[in-house]
């Protein structure tokens, strides 16, 4: 597939592959980053054929997990439709018994009352795992390498794009840092786009991914 803002440069996105976007203008970083939000149609993600894809449905843009990290409750609901949907049947009978226990009790608790109460249990599996409120440890996503890993391995387990784009990664993350999330996506069959504003070149450069540059006079370079 491949990324294309206006008539810059395509941006190759290949499954497996880390790709940098590095912008050093002001005006083309915040019009390329409200297209990848939806506030634009600056951008047009096209196939191997030069078909144009949708690209909301293509692509998850989760911007900058770091400064906004409860970008991953969003994604709550289909978390835990996927845990339930994989449950095998001995674990599902074994959690309804359990909650059919639970909710008895309730009910014998409701008979100290004069009052017309019933408490019943909808044998709804999913209701339960929402009323539980998962959570993802604390001390991993506080920290940057942490909280896009883990968002990394949720989309991989939700199935739910063929690309993922993320904002300002070398700010929080050493290069080393970086070369491992790139190892690690390797072994997947994601694309990762990460859009760099930053004129930093030699920090970028110490990596071994594809770097796609588009300079303060709209020059595209591809090292």
Known sequence: MKLQYHSHQPIE??????????IENPSVNTELIQ????????????????QELNLSKVMKWEGDLVLNPTKLDSYQTALDK??????????????????????????????????PLEVRYDESLLRLYKYAKIKYLTQVIR????????????????????????????????????????TLVEKTELAVLLVEFSEKRETLQQLKQDIYRIDRDFVDWHE
Do not use: W
Request: glycine fraction near 6%; charged fraction near 25%.
């Open 143 to 182: 920290q940057p390498y942490g909280i896009i890993e883990t968002d990394l391995k949720l989309h991989l387990e939700l199935k739910d794009c063929q690309v993922l784009g993320y904002c300002n990664v070398a700010n929080y993350l050493l290069p080393e840092q970086i070369q491992e999330f790139a």
């Open 82 to 115: 996927m845990i339930v949907k994989n449950l095998s049947i001995q674990k599902r009978d074994r959690m309804n018994d359990l909650a059919r226990g639970v909710f008895s009790e309730m009910q014998d608790s409701l008979f100290e009352f004069d009052l």
């Open 13 to 22: 996105m290949t499954p497996g592959k880390v790709v940098i976007l590095q």
């Open 35 to 50: 297209g990848l939000q939806g506030y634009n149609d600056c951008l047009r993600m096209i196939d191997d054929e030069y």
